[in-house]
């Protein structure tokens, strides 16, 4: 599998709707792909509270409509991402968005861990309740967003519903880029499973972004990673890596220490068994 991350910048002096149509021309520029990746929030930006609700959108909103274009025009597996979804009853989301290679909606997954500490995402969005994974069958993708990275009990459920790659758009801070580093590697080992970390660039709302989108193989090996500007990161993924080094050193099969009973529910890929 062939899998582009989109490093995008997100400039507030930018609109939404110019780097909409910026980033779909990105992705269309990524034939040969299999999957491409935009990160969180790119196209408000992950910090600017101040435009969350009135950038929110529905599931058939522009951006979910611009990027089931763009992925059907390119033929991939196209993560776009997450936006700030508005639910019919009015509460938001931070909702990931996943398109098949026909430019369906195959999948979304609304973020469960909300940043903030008592401010902003935190109070203004609703926690999201379902384990997600989607994609073609011998690539199962686990969906997680940015914060979701540092809670590992999250990824084993990913895991254990059959994900093979896990999937993290963010807006990760600048000062906090060594985290990101380090728990995309950890995430890697623990769950013996490819880690595509794909990171927005730039400063919005007076936080600079991390940049540094990453790819991690099943052994913790950093197979790609960017520095902080804006560009598009390709790495070629060995599936099949994922389920030698799952039986050279089966630590997953030697687990004795259960989780608490999850409250989320897992939605699986009904292709994939998952």
Same mark, same amino acid.
């Given at each position: 599998?062939?899998?582009?991350?989109?490093?995008?910048?997100?400039?507030?002096?930018?609109?939404?709707?110019?780097?909409?149509?910026?980033?779909?021309?990105?992705?269309?520029?990524? !034939?040969?792909?299999? $999957?491409?990746?935009?990160?969180?929030?790119?196209?408000?930006?992950?910090?600017?509270?101040?435009?969350?609700?009135?950038?929110?959108? @529905? $599931?058939?909103? @522009?951006?979910? %409509?611009?990027?089931?274009?763009?992925?059907?025009?390119?033929?991939?597996? $196209?993560?776009?991402?997450?936006?700030?979804?508005?639910?019919?009853?009015?509460? #938001?989301?931070?909702?990931?968005?996943?398109?098949?290679?026909?430019?369906?909606?195959? !999948?979304?997954?609304?973020?469960?861990?909300?940043? *903030?500490?008592?401010? *902003?995402?935190?109070?203004?969005?609703?926690?999201?309740?379902?384990? +997600?994974?989607? *994609?073609? @069958?011998?690539?199962?993708?686990? $969906?997680?967003? &940015?914060?979701?990275?540092?809670?590992?009990?999250?990824? !084993?459920?990913?895991?254990?519903?059959?994900?093979?790659?896990?999937?993290?758009?963010? =807006?990760?801070?600048?000062?906090?880029?060594?985290?990101?580093?380090?728990?995309?590697?950890?995430?890697?080992?623990?769950?013996?499973?490819?880690?595509?970390? &794909? &990171?927005?660039?730039? /400063?919005?709302?007076?936080?600079?972004?991390? =940049? &540094?989108?990453?790819?991690?193989?099943?052994?913790?090996?950093? +197979?790609?990673? /960017?520095?902080?500007?804006?560009?598009?990161?390709?790495?070629?993924?060995? #599936? *099949?890596?994922?389920?030698?080094? %799952? /039986?050279?050193?089966?630590?997953?099969?030697? !687990?004795?220490?259960?989780?608490?009973?999850?409250?989320? %529910?897992?939605?699986?890929?009904?292709?994939?068994? =998952?």
């Amino acid at each position: 599998m062939r899998a582009s991350l989109v490093q995008i910048d997100v400039d507030p002096d930018e609109t939404p709707e110019s780097r909409r149509d910026r980033a779909a021309g990105v992705v269309r520029a990524q !034939r040969g792909s299999d $999957l491409v990746v935009l990160p969180e929030l790119w196209t408000l930006g992950a910090f600017a509270y101040d435009s969350f609700v009135s950038g929110a959108e @529905p $599931l058939d909103g @522009p951006t979910a %409509r611009a990027m089931a274009d763009a992925a059907r025009d390119t033929g991939v597996w $196209l993560h776009a991402g997450s936006i700030v979804e508005r639910a019919p009853d009015g509460t #938001l989301y931070n909702t990931a968005l996943v398109f098949s290679p026909d430019g369906a909606l195959a !999948r979304s997954y609304r973020k469960i861990h909300r940043f *903030g500490f008592d401010q *902003g995402e935190a109070v203004m969005m609703g926690a999201g309740e379902e384990i +997600v994974t989607t *994609g073609p @069958p011998d690539a199962t993708l686990g $969906l997680a967003i &940015c914060y979701d990275l540092r809670f590992p009990e999250l990824f !084993r459920l990913l895991t254990e519903a059959g994900a093979k790659v896990l999937v993290i758009p963010a =807006g990760w801070p600048a000062s906090r880029r060594e985290h990101w580093r380090l728990l995309a590697r950890a995430r890697a080992v623990e769950n013996q499973a490819y880690v595509l970390g &794909c &990171c927005s660039t730039g /400063t919005h709302a007076g936080v600079e972004q991390a =940049g &540094c989108s990453i790819v991690v193989d099943p052994w913790g090996e950093v +197979v790609a990673e /960017t520095d902080a500007a804006e560009q598009v990161l390709t790495a070629e993924l060995d #599936l *099949g890596r994922v389920d030698q080094v %799952r /039986t050279d050193l089966p630590v997953l099969r030697d !687990r004795v220490l259960g989780l608490p009973a999850p409250t989320a %529910r897992t939605r699986g890929n009904a292709a994939a068994g =998952g």
